[in-house]
């Protein structure tokens, strides 16, 4: 997942989570109480606001070990502070739905899903490039609802 931040002067700043090393993602979930990753990562996909921080905060510890995360705050994080997927949190999500889909023989959870899909990639034509690898082709043109 991506965590963006934009600055004062526009430039924005973007992390991956790919890129924690495991020592500074459990670094995150103590920072947040102990809560274990996968939760963390639900919280990211849920846009909380005290999961990006503490990504953000384990990034910027590499260049300041002296920053603690209580202290570490983000103004105007409601317009500043983003999460957005990346190519292989929407292939998992589309593998666990095509596997519920196969079982019932629909490809309903799919479309429901994608609309929510293309709003969170951080590249949508990573969307439509998992639909492809799922044999999905006929979903990709699904219509796209603003929100």
């Known amino acids: 997942m991506i965590v963006s931040y934009r600055h004062d002067d526009g430039s924005v700043e973007q992390v991956t989570t790919d890129d924690l090393s495991a020592i500074e993602a459990a670094a995150v979930e103590e920072a947040m109480g102990d809560v274990p990753w996968r939760h963390i990562e639900d919280q990211l996909r849920g846009q909380d606001p005290t999961a990006m921080r503490a990504v953000l905060w384990a990034f910027r510890r590499r260049a300041d070990k002296t920053l603690k995360?209580?202290?570490?705050?983000?103004?105007?994080?409601?317009?500043?502070?983003?999460?957005?997927?990346?190519?292989?949190?929407?292939?998992?999500?589309?593998?666990?739905?095509m596997a519920e889909a196969l079982a019932k023989n629909e490809d309903s959870a799919?479309?429901?899903?994608?609309?929510?899909?293309?709003?969170?990639?951080?590249?949508?034509?990573?969307?439509?490039?998992a639909?492809?690898?799922?044999?999905?082709?006929?979903?990709?043109?699904?219509?796209?609802?603003?929100?």
């Open 69 to 97: 995360f209580d202290e570490f705050d983000l103004a105007g994080w409601r317009r500043r502070l983003s999460v957005r997927i990346e190519r292989a949190e929407i292939d998992d999500v589309l593998e666990s739905l």
């Open 110 to 129: 799919i479309d429901e899903m994608l609309p929510h899909l293309r709003k969170l990639a951080h590249d949508k034509d990573d969307v439509t490039a």
């Open 131 to 147: 639909l492809n690898a799922l044999g999905k082709d006929h979903l990709v043109n699904a219509p796209i609802s603003e929100g």
